[in-house]
Structures are given as structure tokens and as C-alpha cells.
């Protein structure tokens, strides 16, 4: 086990150091200078060319670089006046990670549960009721779901706040548009899965052996249904996070996804360097998170991987 | 059988859960508590991002500086309050102010001094690029241009309670001028303290104003509370203001019918109307002019700048706009159709506005296309340029800062424009600050740019006092000498009546050649809550003005 999650743990560090450096290399290929424009007055516009080390070879420029990524340092944001990008992604994220904590919970729980209904409901109207749901859920965009609740029940109805990030009564809406896309490609995989479990042998050995059907169903089904879930678990935290720019600007909360849109807009490249490498990291710590919970979970994985 | 009956449970309990949660619902919205305070909610785009008067000036920023910071005096509902300044004398000669402050204190306690003021002003002339309006202060254009130092600037602290503003000109609009957010009073000492992040956060700015800022959090909300030390506190009926960022304006509109902020701005006149019958619009005189600027200089290629530099080929397309065809058909008659920059609701002297004393409206530019001139101004051009048809021109970058593809947008009716002329255009889509530094100088880098301009004070002066040779604002390219000759001279004139005479001269200038063709004034309409009361609008400085306002639910 030790032995696998340290070779998790090296990929993830080389993935870190490739990001990086792509992130530095392809930043010098966009065109323009970072610092133009009579916006930016010429102060601020020598300090950062002395704090990024731009009149220095590229070699150089390279380890500073590094070295200011490796002490947590961003710099100066561009555009946002007087802002630091670390404080702008301070400020920000816990929102974002709120959002899209509530937003996972919100499809993990009810995307199985509507998987495991559809399987156990197999070729019944529930099945394809929740096939019906799982198609709308999967093909209706996140900014169309959220408008529409928007004007529901906050409008409409008059029970919930209508936007901002502020009570739970808030985070309601929010989440549940943000979770719709995850929650039904979780049901259908989470269906599939079971589906296939349902025929495997040791199902089969269950029932010989004369177990009681909730048993097989929670003991054996589920848990080994769980399993596949599992692998695409990671990119589905990556889509609810970096997905919810839609939604919170429709929200109006205060996240990293509208200063991600805006900095690309306003060509503010240390915003869009910190941001791209935070959003980076972060995803690499969570799918690092998912190889070790195969570990954990599936004994095979940790015996047989190296 | 048994699957069935572990199902059917498993229903039993989502119903039950989703009854509970509607309950607890039902109990959480009816036991909100009535609270006492009177808090007044503002919907605002963002961008917010530094409040120093000094550094960013917007409409949103605007909402909260004039509330935070007190300047000399304050413009109210049309009338002239004092403001950090108790009384004032103004020379014979109408050119040098001297204002005698009241005692006030700086929400951290330190007193407040005439030392403010001039920090405040030096630093304006020294790093904010619209400083180019506050250019009647003597020495002011040149402090800009770094050719005199801070201590010849025109604004002296004798004392600390006395500040004097020497002017180059005596110009009649300066005490309206004066109370602009610009020209409020600033700290030094946490300048220096915070250095880069002065503005950017709650901590590093002091508040003298009729509100404390008190919270804010970035891209989210700022709270300001009422300053209890304020000199006109007793007329202060707000206890709370909250700005709240909502970048989304569907949002805005689904929380302002929803009673969670206490204004819109209604997008459309169709909008407008809605709220018209529900008793919630307020109409109002609202200044600014969107117009389209022509690089002369062509982006320094000489046949480019020979062509726009032509007022000829200015006329050709605008004699082919259809101002008010656009307005009526495209913005639902949204608009007035501007044919000269001025809007005539524009203030000149005591009892006239600008439409009652210019001869220019209508004169130079149309409301309705005229095909026929234009084709006339064409060949014009054409002849001048040796070209025997209309696709010998080159190809024009025409810059936006809108989604050209937006149909309701000026943008997408202007292109329209010059392909029905015969015109090869290159759109440059240009979002938020990479606009501005297209636009501006020294870049000047297009050839057509959709623009504006929102007056900073109530005279025909703020609309052409940017188009002079020595303005770094907007990215304009007139450089008439005869034209800053005029306007020097305007305001060099005391005679109110003879000042009109010589800006409406100017005014002809600029309509006849000036590589600028006005399109439309706007219609101001506002949508308030009924609880709303007091609300006044204002044509230059803080437009909705809220600061007296009370709340009555």
C-alpha cells in the first residue's frame, strides 16, 4: 500500500511540474505584452517586470518563476487594481468549494440512488422514468435549469432568495443546477454497473446460498456497483468546478469561475497564471484522492498496481 | 415482492423528506424577523475593484465614493449643498475659491484637514487618466505632463482649515465641478501605509462621508453604515446601504421583482413599460451621448488617415444613419436621436438649457438617413482619392466593446451601416479593460470605435472639453487648434451670455469636421420600490442619488 500511494504520489508531482512549466512557456507565447496599455501606469508596470524577472533570459526568468510558484507567491494581479492574486483566489474560493462541495453531495447522493432504482427497477416504468429524467438532466444546459428555478421559486412562488451566496436557503438553488449534469451521468452509471453486477457469479453464489434479497442487493450489488463510480468520480469534481462560471454569475456568488471568464477577458495574466495553476493543482490533489480511495476500497488495486 | 416493498419505502421517504423540507420552508419564511433598520439595497455590474477616487471611476464605483467620501461641497436634487467645506468666497474675477472647512472627523478618527484635499488633488493630476477635467486649475494640465512639481499645483492649504483653488480660467461650472468624487478629500498617510492595495480593501480606505464603508467583500458586496458624525446626520434617514454585485442583469431584475434590492435599470423601453404600469417607473433627465469616433491618423497608414481624416467621408456615413429608425425599430424607442454631441437638456446659464441656445441641432448631422447626401459626400471622397468606386477603399477596424452580434447593440446597427455604403470592415470585438487600452492613447489602435461619453458636470463643456489637442481621454483625435482656441476662450469669458455664443461656435466646428458622428442621447428610467422615498436623479456626479433617501415599509 505504501509503495502505491507513493508512486501516486510522484505522478502527481511530475503532473504538477509539466503544468507549470507548459503554464510558463505557453504564457510567452500568447501574443502582446501582459503589461500594455496606459491603464497601467508605468510604476506598477516596471515593478512587475523587476517581481517576474521579464528583463532577464528566459533561462532565468524560468527558476524565478519557479521559485516564486514554490513559495505560494502570484504576484500582483493586472487588471484588478491593487489586488494580489493569492488574496483574489483566497477570497474566492471557499465559495467556489462550497458550491461545489453541496453540488457533488447533492449528485452523488441522488445519482445513485436514482441509478440503483432504474436497475433494480429494470425495463419498468420507474426505469424509464428515471431514463427520461437522466436524459433531460444530461442534455439540458446548467444556465437554462438554473434561470428557470431562478424564476420559480424566487420570483414565482416567492420562497426562496433569488440569488447571492449568503444563508442555506441561498446555497439551495445553486447547487442543485450545479449538480443536475453530474447527478445523471452518475445514474446511469451507476445503473449500468448494477446492471452488470446483477448477472456476475458471485450474485448467483448469493442467492444459492440463500441470502435474503435486501442483502444481496446492499451487501453485494451496491458496494461492487460502487466501484466503477468511483474512476469517474474524478473528472466529475473537475466538471462541477470548473463548470460553475454560468452559474455563478446567474447566482451572483462571489467564486473563482467569473474571475477565471474576467481575467481572460481583460488579458490579466498573473490572475489567469494563478488561477490556471490552482485549478490545476486542485484537480490533480482530487483524482490523486480517488487513487487512493481504489486503494482502500479495492483490495486488487493496492496488491496487484506497483 | 420484496424488492417492491423496499422500494416503495424507500418512496415513502423522499415524499416525506421533500413535506418536511416545504415545512421547515413555510416556518423559516413567515418567522423572518420585522426588523427596525432602514437599509437601502443597490444592484450594481461589478468591477468594483479599488475605491480610491483617485484610481477607478464608474457608475458602480461612483455609488459608493459619493456616499463614503464628503468633497467640498455636494450637488443635491439640483441644488448646491456645502459639503466638508461650511462657506466659501469666490474672487471678483471668478478665479480663485477659497473654501473654509468644518470640523470633521475621518471614520478612524483623525481629523480632517485642508492637507486632504491637496493630497488629493496632486495625486488626481499625477495618476488618474480622467484628471484631464479638473484642467481649469492652474498648473493642473501641467502637473500631469510632469513639467511642475506638486507645490505649484493651483490647490494651496494657507491653514489647516483653509483651502484655496486658484483657477487659469473662470470658468462658471467649477462649483459643480468641485464636488465630484474626484475632487474628494484623501489620506496620505494610508496611501503610503498600503501602497499598491490603497482602495482595494475596507481596511486601507477612511471613510468622512454620509456613510462608513464598513464591509466589503469582493465581488460580492460592500456595506456602508451611517455616519453618525456626518454634519448633516439629523437629514441622514438611511441606517444601512448595501451594494450588491450582480453581474447577471436578468438576476438584478428577478431580485428587484422578487423586493431584494430597491432599484433597476429597466434594459429595454419595452421593460420600462411594464414597470410604467405597475406605478414602479421613474423617469428622469439623464445626460450622456453614444457616438462613433474616427481615427484620423489611421493607425498611422497614410492612406487611412488621408480618408478618415476627411469630414467628408465623416458625412458619408453619417448621412447614411438612421438614428431614429434605429431607436424606434431596434431599441423600441429607447433613445432621442443625437445630432450634435450635447444633449439639449444640457444646463448653460441660470433659466436656459443647451437645446434653447445652440443653432447646431440638426445642422450638421441627421436624424433620418439621407441616402443621396451621403452617396454625394462619397463621391467627395472618392474624387479627392482618385478612385473611380467605393471598393478601391481599404479595409476599416472597426473596435467595440460590444458583441457585435448583439442585435440590440449600436455596434451591430453601425455595421450594418457601412456594408450598405459599400464599406470592408474588420471587426475587433474587444472585451472589458482591453477596450479602453485599444482605444486610448497612445495605442489609437482603430480606425472607427463604437464610444460615449457621461457628462462630469452640467455644461455643454464636459461634452467637448475631451476633444482637445492636449486630452488623453477616450482616444480622440481632433487636435484643431482653432477648436481648443475656442474653448479657452469660452471659458475665459465671465459674460454667461457671450461664453454660450463662442461654445456654440465650437460646437459647429466640432459638428462640421470632427472625426466624431453622434448617434444618441438616452432616456433615463428607473424602476423603485414603492418603500422607496426620496429618490433623486442627478445628470452628472452620482446619477441616482440615494444619499437623502428614506425607506417607508
Known amino acids: 500500500m505504501a509503495k502505491y500511494i507513493l508512486n501516486r504520489l510522484l505522478v502527481a508531482i511530475l503532473t504538477m511540474f509539466v503544468l507549470t512549466t507548459a503554464t510558463f512557456f505557453l504564457l510567452r507565447l500568447v501574443p502582446g505584452d501582459p503589461f500594455a496599455g496606459p491603464k497601467v501606469i508605468p510604476e506598477i508596470k516596471e515593478r512587475l517586470r523587476i517581481h517576474y524577472g521579464l528583463d532577464k533570459p528566459l533561462a532565468e526568468q524560468y527558476l524565478i518563476y519557479m521559485g516564486n510558484i514554490l513559495r505560494g507567491d502570484f504576484g500582483y494581479s493586472l487588471a484588478k487594481r491593487g489586488h494580489r492574486v493569492n488574496e483574489v483566489i483566497k477570497d474566492a474560493f471557499p465559495q467556489s468549494l462550497d458550491l461545489g462541495i453541496r453540488a457533488m453531495i447533492t449528485s452523488i447522493i441522488f445519482g445513485i440512488f436514482f441509478g440503483i432504482i432504474a436497475a433494480l427497477n429494470r425495463g419498468k416504468p420507474l426505469d424509464y422514468l428515471t431514463v427520461v429524467l437522466v436524459l433531460i438532466g444530461i442534455s439540458v444546459p446548467s444556465f437554462v435549469v438554473a434561470a428557470l428555478l431562478q424564476y420559480f421559486f424566487g420570483v414565482y412562488l416567492k420562497i426562496l432568495p433569488v440569488a447571492r451566496y449568503d444563508t442555506f436557503w441561498h446555497t439551495l438553488m445553486p447547487s442543485f443546477a450545479l449538480s443536475l449534469g453530474t447527478m445523471a451521468v452518475l445514474a446511469r452509471y451507476m445503473r449500468a454497473s448494477m446492471l452488470e453486477v446483477m448477472t456476475a457469479d458471485y450474485i448467483k453464489t448469493a442467492r444459492a446460498k440463500g441470502l435474503r434479497n435486501t442483502q444481496i442487493v446492499i451487501h453485494h450489488q451496491i458496494r461492487n456497483a460502487l466501484f466503477p463510480i468511483l474512476t469517474i468520480l474524478g473528472p466529475a469534481i473537475a466538471m462541477v468546478l470548473t463548470g460553475s462560471f454560468i452559474i455563478e454569475s446567474i447566482f451572483a456568488i462571489p467564486g473563482l469561475g467569473r474571475h477565471y471568464v474576467l481575467a481572460m477577458q481583460n488579458l490579466d495574466y498573473t490572475l489567469v497564471m494563478g488561477l490556471t495553476l490552482f485549478f490545476g493543482f486542485f484537480l490533480i490533489v482530487m483524482n490523486l484522492l480517488v487513487d487512493f480511495m481504489y486503494g482502500i476500497i479495492d483490495p486488487r488495486v493496492r496488491y496487484t498496481r506497483k | ?553
Open chain 2, 1 to 553: 415482492m420484496m424488492k417492491g416493498l423496499y422500494i416503495k419505502n424507500n418512496l415513502f421517504k423522499i415524499v416525506f423528506g421533500l413535506l418536511l423540507i416545504a415545512l421547515v420552508f413555510t416556518i423559516a419564511m413567515t418567522s423572518v424577523a420585522q426588523t427596525e433598520e432602514k437599509v437601502f439595497t443597490i444592484p450594481t455590474n461589478g468591477g468594483l475593484d479599488n475605491l480610491d477616487p483617485r484610481v477607478l471611476l464608474s457608475t458602480a464605483h461612483a455609488v459608493v465614493q459619493y456616499a463614503i467620501f464628503e468633497s467640498l461641497v455636494r450637488t443635491h436634487d439640483g441644488e448646491l449643498l456645502p459639503g466638508m467645506a461650511e462657506t466659501w468666497e469666490i474672487s471678483d474675477d471668478g478665479m480663485t475659491y477659497t473654501f473654509h472647512l468644518r470640523d470633521a472627523k475621518w471614520s478612524d478618527g483623525k481629523p480632517v484637514t485642508a492637507g486632504d484635499f491637496v493630497h488629493a488633488f496632486v495625486r488626481m493630476f499625477e495618476i488618474c487618466p480622467a484628471s484631464s477635467i479638473f484642467d481649469d486649475i492652474k498648473n493642473g494640465a501641467q502637473l500631469r505632463a510632469g513639467e511642475v512639481t506638486p507645490e505649484e499645483l493651483g490647490v494651496k492649504a494657507p491653514d489647516e482649515k483653509t483651502v484655496v483653488i486658484t483657477l487659469k480660467n473662470p470658468v462658471p461650472y467649477f462649483m459643480g465641478l468641485i464636488g465630484l468624487h474626484l475632487g474628494s478629500p484623501g489620506r496620505e498617510d494610508l496611501a503610503i501605509k498600503f501602497g499598491d492595495g490603497y482602495g482595494a480593501t475596507a481596511e486601507s480606505l477612511a471613510s468622512c462621508g454620509p456613510f462608513i464603508l464598513t464591509e466589503w467583500k469582493h465581488e460580492d458586496k460592500v456595506v456602508m453604515e451611517k455616519n453618525p458624525d456626518y454634519w448633516n446626520a439629523d437629514k441622514i434617514k438611511l441606517d444601512k446601504v448595501v451594494v450588491y454585485i450582480l453581474p447577471a442583469e436578468q438576476t438584478q431584475r428577478n431580485m428587484f421583482d422578487n423586493g431584494e434590492i430597491d432599484y433597476y435599470i429597466p434594459r429595454s423601453e419595452a421593460e420600462a413599460v411594464e414597470y410604467e404600469a405597475e406605478g414602479k417607473l421613474v423617469r428622469y433627465v439623464r445626460g450622456g451621448i453614444r457616438d462613433l469616433h474616427i481615427n484620423k491618423h489611421g493607425q498611422n497608414d497614410p492612406v487611412k488617415a488621408k480618408i478618415l481624416g476627411n469630414p467628408n467621408f465623416m458625412k458619408a456615413i453619417s448621412y447614411a444613419i438612421d438614428r431614429q429608425g434605429y431607436i424606434d425599430n431596434v431599441l423600441q424607442g429607447n433613445g432621442l436621436p443625437a445630432t450634435v454631441q450635447t444633449p439639449p437638456v444640457t444646463g448653460i446659464y441660470p433659466g436656459k438649457t443647451w437645446g434653447e441656445v445652440s443653432t447646431n441641432y440638426g445642422k450638421y448631422h441627421p436624424e433620418t438617413a439621407d441616402l443621396a447626401r451621403s452617396k454625394a459626400y462619397m463621391d467627395k471622397v472618392l474624387e479627392d482619392m482618385g478612385y473611380s468606386s467605393v471598393d478601391q477603399l481599404p479595409e476599416f477596424d472597426f473596435l467595440t466593446s460590444m458583441d457585435p452580434e448583439d442585435p440590440k447593440d449600436v455596434a451591430a446597427y453601425l455595421l450594418s451601416v457601412f456594408t450598405d455604403i459599400g464599406l470592408k470592415i474588420n471587426v475587433v470585438y474587444a472585451t472589458g479593460k482591453q477596450y479602453y487600452n485599444n482605444l486610448y492613447k497612445p495605442a489609437l489602435a482603430y480606425d472607427f470605435a463604437r464610444a460615449g461619453w457621461g457628462p462630469d458636470y452640467d455644461d455643454p463643456h464636459t461634452y467637448m472639453g475631451y476633444w482637445t489637442s492636449s486630452s488623453m481621454d477616450m482616444g480622440v483625435t481632433f487636435e484643431n487648434p482653432e477648436f481648443d482656441a475656442l474653448l479657452d476662450k469660452a471659458n475665459k469669458e465671465t459674460d454667461l451670455v457671450k461664453r454660450a455664443q463662442i461654445l456654440n461656435q465650437a460646437e459647429a466646428l466640432f459638428s462640421d469636421i470632427a472625426p466624431c458622428i453622434p448617434i444618441m442621447h438616452f432616456k433615463g428610467a428607473l424602476a423603485v420600490q414603492p418603500w422607496v422615498k426620496g429618490l433623486t436623479t442627478a445628470i452628472s456626479g452620482l446619477a441616482i442619488d440615494y444619499i437623502y433617501s428614506d425607506i417607508v415599509k
